[in-house]
T-cell receptor, first 117, second 115 residues
Framework: DGGITQSPKYLFRKEGQNVTLSCEQN?????MYWYRQDPGQGLRLIYY???????QKGDIAEGYSVSREKKESFPLTVTSAQKNPTAFYLC????????????????FGPGTRLTVL | AQKITQTQPGMFVQEKEAVTLDCTYD???????LFWYKQPSSGEMIFLIY????DEQNATEGRYSLNFQKARKSANLVISASQLGDSAMYFC????WGTGNQFYFGTGTSLTVIP
């Protein structure tokens, strides 16, 4: 089954520690994204990558870093510089739909809920 | 500037009734895609429907239809025959073709279906 895996589902860290969120996809999509969602809010783009070894900052990249060494993987590191890292993090790809009407679609992983204590 | 606006923070609908969730967008691109996603309390994002800017007909997917009014820059989602399982957050999103695959999301509308 093709899809996006994010692990772990829940993550707890102490303030001041860096933490890396995993995102793996087997959809063979070139474009990958990281979003942050705060309670009652929409999705805000952190970083996105259109191809291996290339990525661009989104609207709220400060305090975050990414790498794209393989097509399948796009890990996100939340650094200690991020002032308020507690949030729900969603990884996504972009590609052609596999069912339903012909269209492109943004596919999402199940998300990681990060809590910094 | 690229922007998506959802002006209804919360909506209520009676079971089996239809409901319209509003979405307006702002872009200078002539080519773009419009998307609606559903987010249940579990947090997963579920794709509902897509409309391309050059599509002449409104998109439909089962009980979901998109009321696309290009001149008014609106892309409202219509859910027919609401079910209790439709209670969730709904997000409108836009992807202008000229921005290198970047998406823009609205702040969402919380829909509650009343039995």
């Amino acid at each position: 089954d093709g899809g996006i895996t994010q692990s772990p589902k829940y993550l707890f860290r102490k303030e001041g520690q860096n933490v890396t969120l995993s995102c793996e996809q087997n959809l063979n999509h070139d474009a990958m994204y990281w979003y942050r969602q705060d309670p009652g809010q929409g999705l805000r783009l952190i970083y996105y990558s259109q191809i291996v070894n290339d990525f661009q900052k989104g609207d709220i990249a400060e305090g975050y870093s990414v790498s794209r060494e393989k097509k399948e993987s796009f890990p996100l590191t939340v650094t200690s510089a991020q002032k308020n890292p507690t949030a729900f993090y969603l990884c996504a790809t972009y590609g052609w739909r596999t069912s339903g009407s012909d269209a492109y679609e943004q596919f999402f992983g199940p998300g990681t809920r990060l809590t910094v204590l | 500037a690229q922007k998506i606006t959802q002006t209804q923070p919360g909506m209520f609908v009676q079971e089996k009734e239809a409901v319209t969730l509003d979405c307006t967008y702002d872009t200078s691109d002539q080519s773009y895609g419009l998307f609606w996603y559903k987010q249940p309390s579990s947090g997963e994002m579920i794709f509902l429907i897509y409309q391309g800017s050059y599509d002449e007909q409104n998109a439909t997917e089962g009980r979901y239809s998109l009321n696309f009014q290009k001149a008014r820059k609106s892309a409202n989602l219509v859910i027919s025959a609401s079910q209790l399982g439709d209670s969730a957050m709904y997000f409108c999103a836009m992807r202008p073709w000229g921005t290198g695959n970047q998406f823009y999301f609205g702040t969402g509308t919380s829909l509650t279906v009343i039995p």
